[in-house]
């Protein structure tokens, strides 16, 4: 078997004139006009150094953000009562502002429609993109990448109601849902330009899942399994998994997906999930009208109630606690850009801008340095979104920097609102850097 690849001293020289051009052009950003200002005008972000030095060392650095935009199809004024911005026209410059504004390599984007507007945006700025949509849904998940670093060299989507969890049994007890969401992942394998046809690039995934823990253990089985799939060289890429994970950091979902054990609150919530819906068990009585489109996705039920099912049995096939455990610890341990990265700053803890400022999580466990939030509207106020990162075998992430968490003072009376963003969801952003492979 050939050697790994050893960079040369030209190599390395144009790596380091890549670099210097990308501060460069972060530092010079183009003229706005007046207009475009006013329409486009947001809250300014700052980012948070976490191990900038880093980046001068050899491998591949990234800049990804992900963001819940709000599909327009969505919005209603009995859910955004607050909001000052709740039309397409009021809205959509911010949008196009806020992805713009993070100069990122990699773009994760949630509820994305109106698509005849912002895919004209993301061309202008210099953006390929891969774009997929559940089944009948108005609103789906995009991945936009910089055309001029990467290529797509494969592409997958993930329906979860489709998805086994069982090798036996037949039909839903192999699938073990209780909810048809018409939710899905999108997963692509980016090739970088500058490394060749067998050269580095990075797995990225993006998804809005519905709240149960099932649907991010089977993301994190894919993306595995994606990885696995590919080229040799690709099997040594790492992964990003960044979206709306609609949990907390305090949620059953998200212990399980760090690796944390359940503690007896997180344990009792996971079992009151345990039931079969209507969409799953036509045989459930209903009450009034069938769930609109974000119902059915469980946005506009933050406080997990769920209607119109049953109590699930043995035969619905439901993963049992064990069995998630296994399914996630499959897939090998996940590290959350900002919950790491964060926890690394010094003073940090004492600044009011992350979630352990306002809930108790205990030092041995994740989640604690998560964003305080990013989702504040008038009803509900939340952290539902994150950047993961699945390393490949040697190739640890280093955490460079974080777009710093805005605090709850800037959002209002709630989001979307203007002169501060768009959407209701805050968007999320870090730049990573992997060792050669």
């Given at each position: 078997?050939?050697?790994a690849?050893?960079?040369?001293p030209?190599?390395?020289?144009?790596?380091?004139?890549?670099?210097?051009?990308?501060?460069?052009?972060?530092?010079?950003?183009?003229?706005?006009?007046?207009?475009?200002?006013?329409?486009?005008?947001?809250?300014?972000?700052?980012?948070?150094?976490?191990?900038?030095?880093s980046?001068?060392?050899?491998?591949?650095?990234?800049?990804?953000m992900?963001?819940?935009?709000?599909?327009?199809?969505?919005?209603?004024?009995?859910?955004?009562?607050?909001?000052?911005?709740?039309?397409?026209?009021?809205?959509?410059?911010?949008?196009?502002?806020?992805?713009?504004?993070?100069?990122?390599?990699?773009?994760?984007?949630?509820?994305v429609?109106?698509?005849?507007?912002?895919?004209?945006?993301?061309?202008?700025?210099?953006?390929?993109?891969?774009?997929?949509?559940?089944?009948?849904?108005?609103?789906?998940?995009?991945?936009?990448?910089?055309?001029?670093?990467?290529?797509?060299?494969?592409?997958?989507?993930?329906?979860?109601?489709?998805?086994?969890?069982?090798?036996?049994?037949?039909?839903?007890?192999?699938r073990?849902?209780?909810?048809?969401?018409?939710?899905?992942?999108?997963?692509?394998?980016?090739?970088?330009?500058?490394?060749?046809?067998?050269?580095?690039?990075?797995?990225?995934?993006?998804?809005?899942?519905?709240?149960?823990?099932?649907?991010?253990a089977?993301?994190?089985?894919?993306?595995?399994?994606?990885?696995?799939?590919?080229?040799e060289?690709?099997?040594?890429?790492?992964?990003?998994?960044?979206?709306?994970?609609?949990?907390?950091?305090?949620?059953?979902?998200?212990?399980?997906?760090?690796?944390?054990?359940?503690?007896?609150?997180?344990?009792?919530?996971l079992?009151?999930?345990?039931?079969?819906?209507?969409?799953?068990?036509?045989?459930?009585?209903?009450?009034?009208?069938?769930?609109?489109?974000?119902?059915?996705?469980?946005?506009?039920?933050?406080?997990?109630?769920?209607?119109?099912?049953?109590?699930?049995?043995?035969?619905?096939?439901?993963?049992?606690?064990?069995?998630?455990?296994?399914?996630?610890?499959?897939?090998?341990?996940?590290?959350?850009?900002?919950?790491?990265?964060?926890?690394?700053?010094?003073?940090f803890?004492?600044?009011?801008?992350?979630?352990?400022?306002?809930?108790?999580?205990?030092?041995?466990?994740?989640?604690?340095?998560?964003?305080?939030?990013?989702?504040?509207?008038?009803?509900?106020?939340?952290?539902?979104?994150?950047i993961?990162?699945?390393?490949?075998?040697?190739?640890?992430?280093?955490?460079?920097?974080?777009?710093?968490?805005?605090?709850?003072?800037?959002?209002g009376?709630?989001?979307?609102?203007?002169?501060?963003?768009?959407?209701?969801?805050?968007?999320?952003?870090?730049?990573?850097?992997?060792?050669?492979?």
């Amino acid at each position: 078997m050939a050697g790994a690849y050893q960079l040369t001293p030209e190599d390395l020289a144009k790596a380091e004139q890549r670099r210097l051009k990308k501060e460069q052009a972060k530092k010079n950003p183009p003229p706005v006009t007046k207009m475009d200002d006013e329409r486009g005008r947001i809250l300014p972000r700052e980012w948070v150094d976490v191990a900038p030095e880093s980046a001068s060392t050899p491998g591949q650095t990234v800049r990804v953000m992900t963001w819940n935009v709000l599909a327009q199809t969505l919005v209603r004024r009995e859910l955004f009562p607050t909001s000052d911005c709740l039309k397409a026209s009021q809205r959509e410059h911010m949008l196009y502002r806020e992805i713009a504004s993070h100069k990122a390599d990699i773009c994760c984007l949630q509820e994305v429609d109106r698509t005849e507007k912002l895919f004209p945006e993301l061309r202008k700025a210099g953006y390929a993109w891969v774009y997929a949509v559940g089944p009948r849904k108005k609103h789906g998940c995009l991945i936009a990448f910089r055309k001029d670093a990467y290529v797509c060299v494969r592409q997958k989507v993930v329906a979860y109601d489709d998805q086994d969890v069982r090798e036996d049994g037949e039909g839903q007890a192999r699938r073990g849902t209780s909810f048809r969401t018409k939710n899905i992942g999108s997963l692509v394998a980016l090739r970088r330009l500058d490394t060749g046809s067998e050269g580095d690039g990075v797995i990225v995934a993006t998804t809005h899942l519905f709240w149960h823990p099932a649907q991010a253990a089977i993301l994190l089985r894919e993306v595995t399994k994606f990885r696995a799939e590919g080229l040799e060289a690709q099997r040594r890429w790492p992964c990003i998994i960044a979206g709306d994970f609609n949990f907390g950091p305090d949620d059953p979902a998200y212990a399980l997906l760090m690796g944390d054990p359940l503690l007896p609150n997180q344990q009792k919530r996971l079992d009151a999930s345990y039931v079969v819906h209507a969409t799953i068990d036509p045989t459930v009585s209903t009450q009034g009208a069938p769930p609109t489109e974000e119902e059915e996705g469980g946005e506009t039920d933050p406080d997990r109630i769920i209607v119109n099912a049953r109590p699930a049995q043995p035969s619905d096939g439901l993963l049992s606690q064990d069995e998630l455990q296994a399914l996630f610890a499959r897939s090998g341990a996940v590290t959350s850009t900002y919950d790491d990265g964060l926890r690394r700053v010094p003073g940090f803890s004492d600044s009011g801008l992350a979630f352990g400022s306002r809930v108790s999580v205990p030092p041995d466990r994740r989640g604690g340095f998560e964003p305080v939030y990013t989702s504040y509207t008038h009803y509900w106020q939340a952290v539902l979104d994150y950047i993961f990162v699945l390393d490949a075998p040697g190739r640890d992430v280093s955490i460079l920097r974080l777009a710093r968490p805005h605090s709850k003072e800037a959002f209002g009376e709630g989001l979307p609102r203007k002169g501060v963003c768009g959407s209701d969801h805050i968007s999320l952003a870090a730049e990573l850097h992997w060792p050669p492979p």
